[in-house]
């Protein structure tokens, strides 16, 4: 395909292929219940092939030069709110995501936050202080790959927040795409491409102070010279990569990606471009690339209802996806929120919320729940129980 791909076996904004084609392997839990580990071990981390080593340097400024991540020929999972969290963002990884994006999360309530080791999970946590509630939760394994996505519409705060987990993370990225109107009423997400001034004020505030990677991630304006105007000015901020989402602020998921429109942005620029929109099947990656010449592509719906949708050799049946998702939020105590709603997702795509399964998960209220739903409850028990 043109991407850089390494045995999916040896890593660490649908349908299932045809008998001829070899399946994928399995994603693996990292403590199967058919052969427990002792209690207390954990898994070596994955052999990630896909990230390059990080260095440190001089850049062309003279100061230090941020940690660095290799955006090119990469499978990228995009940022999803309520889905890419750690359970998610493990699961894709696994089926051969390159990099993955977690959910945007706001700088306001981010600043909240306190960093929190969490020996029982083997996980760094960043709790809202005063409360039980996980904002956002990272592992060593994906320490590599791992993008912070932020929304936020002040250099300032943005920088206080990204201090906070600039050190657990590949890269901070800015979003600078969402339409919804919460991110727009705020002067965030999308409300930022009409603002060229703070686009640069946020992102060289944090490439001058942070010693890792910062990107932004666009949506195209109405204008195709405008969008490459706007690129341009944000490569000069020294930004490595771009990531751009095919659709206009008015359009909506059901209306098709503007393919040209990336392209223009990938010929006017000089730095790795990251290509979002329509992908929903593992060519689709090819495609999209070989059309708009980009560096990488990126993908949400389409590795939402199914994660296996980078494994080169083929999906993985929907119901075997869904059933490892399960385990991993078991195994990563997801949020029950969370889990309920990416696994609504799934199913209201291959099936129906209607069915059993769908009244069954609506009337879920913890983990244990959707394990005894889903026959894990022996999986479940195990975890619990070998838990520090």
Not at 6 to 15: C, M, Q, S, V
Not at 44 to 72: E, I, L, W
Not at 250 to 258: I, V
Request: glycine share 6%.
């Amino acid at each position: 395909l043109g991407l850089s791909r390494p045995d999916p076996t040896k890593r660490d904004d649908f349908e299932e292929t045809g008998e001829d084609t070899a399946p994928c392997p399995r994603a693996q839990s990292r403590t199967p219940p058919s052969s427990p580990p002792p209690h207390g071990s954990r898994s070596p981390p994955p052999n990630f092939a896909g990230s390059k080593a990080r260095v440190r340097g001089r850049d062309s400024r003279g100061g230090a030069a941020a940690s660095r991540m290799d955006y090119r020929d990469k499978l990228v999972l995009a940022p999803m709110v309520r889905v890419g969290t750690l359970p998610f963002r493990m699961l894709a990884a696994e089926y051969g995501a390159d990099i993955t994006y977690g959910e945007e999360i706001i700088d306001h309530k981010f600043l909240k936050c306190e960093r929190v080791i969490n020996e029982s999970l083997g996980t760094t946590d960043f709790v809202e202080k005063g409360t039980d509630s996980v904002v956002f939760r990272t592992c060593p394994e994906e320490r590599g790959r791992v993008v912070f996505q932020m929304g936020t519409s002040n250099a300032v705060r943005a920088l206080k927040a990204a201090e906070i987990v600039c050190n657990d993370v590949a890269a901070i990225d800015i979003n600078m795409g969402c339409p919804k109107s919460f991110s727009l009423s705020g002067g965030m997400g999308a409300a930022l491409l009409s603002k060229p001034e703070l686009i640069h004020d946020i992102l060289t505030t944090l490439r001058r102070n942070l010693d890792t990677t910062v990107t932004c991630k666009i949506r195209l304006l109405n204008a195709p010279k405008d969008t490459v105007e706007l690129a341009r000015r944000i490569e000069k901020t020294g930004v490595p990569a771009l990531a751009v989402h095919g659709r206009k602020i008015k359009d909506r998921p059901r209306d098709p990606a503007k393919w040209d429109e990336i392209t223009d942005v990938v010929s006017a620029l000089s730095i790795p471009v990251i290509a979002n929109g329509d992908i929903f099947e593992y060519e689709d990656f090819k495609k999209l690339k070989d059309a708009t010449g980009a560096a990488s592509v990126m993908v949400a719906r389409g590795a939402m209802w199914n994660a296996s949708i980078f494994c080169s050799k083929g999906k993985t049946p929907w119901e075997d996806v869904k059933k490892e998702y399960v385990r991993k939020s078991i195994l990563w105590d997801n949020d029950i929120k969370s889990t309920k709603h990416t696994l609504k997702e799934m199913i209201m795509h291959h099936s129906c919320l209607e069915l059993p399964e769908g009244k069954s998960l609506y009337k879920c209220e913890t983990s244990a729940d959707v394990a005894r739903l889903y026959e894990e409850e022996d999986y479940y028990n195990f975890v619990i129980s070998n838990r520090k």
